[in-house]
């Protein structure tokens, strides 16, 4: 087949291709950067001839987007010469899609040492890197997972393919392309073939090999690469497993019409209304029940704080209530209830008075862990304490990273910050202190737990 294509387009495209073909840094595939990187120069159409056949598949995602399930596994071996070493490793992508849900891992051996997980379930991003904990996070843009890691999405197109005859691939009638380097537009020596669903349009198969030298893979790298992709499990049932260790993530829970300042991220939910603390704790008591909880801990309240929680299932659902000038913060922190509950209704009077510590941790251990010299509205429960301070939340990580590492601790997960909240870790004894800041009508609310 021939296409008109400027020579500025194919001399980046060429100047891409090993970034393209063979990543042998990082985690995805290379963005590319076209407005910046290339020359301005003015396009010049030339004839380029790519495959003689008829077949051709520019977009290799072609065809996902009906179905309802699938599973896609790519597998990128390399066999060659690195620096006239020895060089070999093999990175396999294994992708389940259930839509909404979908998951990806990246599994490598040899010299790649990549190791990966990465899910979006219910509206929250886990990821897992090697043998770090698992995170999760609000998904902030809707689609950029599949965008990112969809393994079809890291293939080649082909233009001017083969016909090869009809095969049943997986249960599935496909046509059968080949091609050679001429339908990838490569200078490379390249062998592939393709199969493709006879109906729906999307891809079932596809094997490439091609050797390259320097010139092609770059950096005094030379050898044979493999792709190798498969589509399975289509349209059947699919389970997505997070690994037991990922922490609970985004969480449905009651907010009131007039809620402001609405913070969502996994396991934690907080507003501002303009209710009253008693009828702030009203909604919550009477929302709750209608969403499915139960009522474990009923209503404690003092002057200028509540706190009430609920159960689902093996959530724990801690409804804590500030009252301030003309509003009243509410933050609802969802999770395992491995802390045990004094079913007695605690003295708020006496128990919200600003302490100097936290109170002793769930394994009976204390710790003393210090207040900002502006603290106010100190809030002091089992393993929790909360106040409000006008310190910024870079602030208030420096001071308690200051403070813990003085007496012997460390910084465990430095500070990240995420739609307005931050969030910093420390180790101490053996325990785990967390310090939430969030930013909440014009002043900070600090959060700190021991685990």
Known sequence: MTYM??????????????????????????????????????????????????????TPTEGLATLTSYQATLTLTFDGMHDGQPQQWTRTYVMLVAPPARQISITSTGADTTQLYAAEVGGTLYEKRGEQDCMASAIETVGAFANRWEPAGFLTGVIGADEAGSETVNDVVTNHYTFDERALGLFASSFGEMWVAAEGGYLMRYLLTTDGNPAYFGDATEGTVTWDYELTAINQPLVIELPSDCPIGMVDVPVPPDATDVVRAPG????????????????????????????TTPLAIADTAALLEFTLGDQLASVILLA?????????????????????????GATFEPPPV????????????PLLPDATNVVNMQGLITYSTATSAEEVAAFYEAQITAMGGQVYTPLTIFAGTGVVEFTLNDQLISVMIMSMGGSNSVFVTIE
Do not use: C, H, N
Request: charged share 10%; net charge negative.
């Open 268 to 295: 934690m939910t907080s507003y501002l209304t303009a209710a009253t603390l008693t009828d702030a704790a009203a909604f919550a008591e009477a929302q709750f029940p209608a969403a499915g909880w139960t009522l």
């Open 5 to 58: 294509i400027s020579k500025r387009k194919i001399g980046i495209l060429l100047a891409l291709l090993p970034m393209l073909i063979l990543p042998l840094m990082g985690l995805g595939m290379p963005q590319m950067g076209y407005a910046q990187d290339a020359p301005t120069a003015t396009p010049v159409p030339i004839e380029i001839e790519f495959g003689p056949g008829p077949f051709s598949l520019v």
């Open 358 to 369: 936290v109170p002793p941790a769930g394994d009976g251990s204390s710790t003393d862990i």
């Open 324 to 348: 301030q000038a003309d509003t009243t913060l509410v933050i609802i922190m969802v999770g395992p209830p491995d802390i045990p509950t004094d079913p007695t209704v605690p003295d708020l």
